[in-house]
């Protein structure tokens, strides 16, 4: 079972590329998102869905698009990168409502470290 | 607006001794509250969830506790270990109101030292 998978795991960018960082589960969560973890700031929420075809801002959305065309699957897009998306990524599911005790814990991948020259 | 805060930012302790991390939540409007460690260059591993009914849960030398009407959980670690050397972060979900669907809401964690 492999859980969370996060490509590529290190990526430099030079300013003004774009890129995809991919994100997959294989647990059939309905839930996924994506954080941005920087020194001092901690963990902030980029964008999530709860399902396919279903997606929402975070706290911090501004230059990233995503997509949700399966359950499976929910890349993170670059769309013109900048030296302050210098990051580590990571990509996080759960099931959407969890009803017994111990369902609705959030799952992690091990993250994509991106410099932005 | 929700805010998360973890007391102390870093923490050195000799191996064996007993030690708590602290957490605390401005707003006590959760659905529940996990906390997760996080090793140098690695992504985040769950280590307990609280639901917003329950007031403590164990796993191994771990335990969490949770008082929602005051905003806070502990995290203690009985015996520590060089091993048990992370980060340790938690983070705190609400219901499913509004338009946030239950997103989590970090601190910035505890920086956790134990020396041999």
């Known amino acids: 079972n492999a859980g969370v998978t996060q490509t590529p795991k290190f990526q430099v960018l030079k300013t003004g590329q774009s890129m995809t960082l991919q994100c997959a589960q294989d647990?059939?969560?309905?839930?996924m998102s994506w954080y941005r973890q920087d020194p001092g700031m901690g963990l902030r929420l980029i964008h999530y869905s709860v399902g396919a075809g279903i997606t929402d801002q975070g706290e911090v959305p501004n230059g990233y698009n995503v997509s949700r065309s399966t359950t499976e699957d929910f890349p993170l897009r670059l769309l013109s990168a900048a030296p302050s998306q210098t990051s580590v990524y990571f990509c996080a599911s759960r099931e959407r409502n969890g009803v017994s005790v111990n369902t609705g814990e959030l799952f992690f991948g091990e993250g994509s470290r991106l410099t932005v020259l | 607006k929700q805010e998360v805060t973890q007391i102390p930012a870093a923490l050195s302790v000799p191996e064996g001794e007993n030690l708590v991390l602290n957490c605390s939540f401005t707003?006590?409007?959760?659905?529940?509250l996990q906390w997760f460690r996080q090793d140098p260059g690695k992504g985040l591993t769950s280590l307990l969830l609280i639901q917003s009914s329950q007031r403590e849960q164990t796993s191994g030398r771990l335990n969490a506790s949770l008082d929602k009407s005051s905003g806070r959980s502990t995290l203690y670690i009985a015996a520590s270990q060089p091993g048990d050397s992370a980060t340790y972060l938690c983070a705190v979900r609400h219901g499913d109101y509004g338009g946030s669907q239950g997103n989590l809401i970090f601190g910035k964690g505890t920086k956790l030292s134990v020396k041999p």
């Open positions: 647990m059939n969560h309905e839930y």
């Open positions: 707003d006590s409007a959760i659905y529940n």
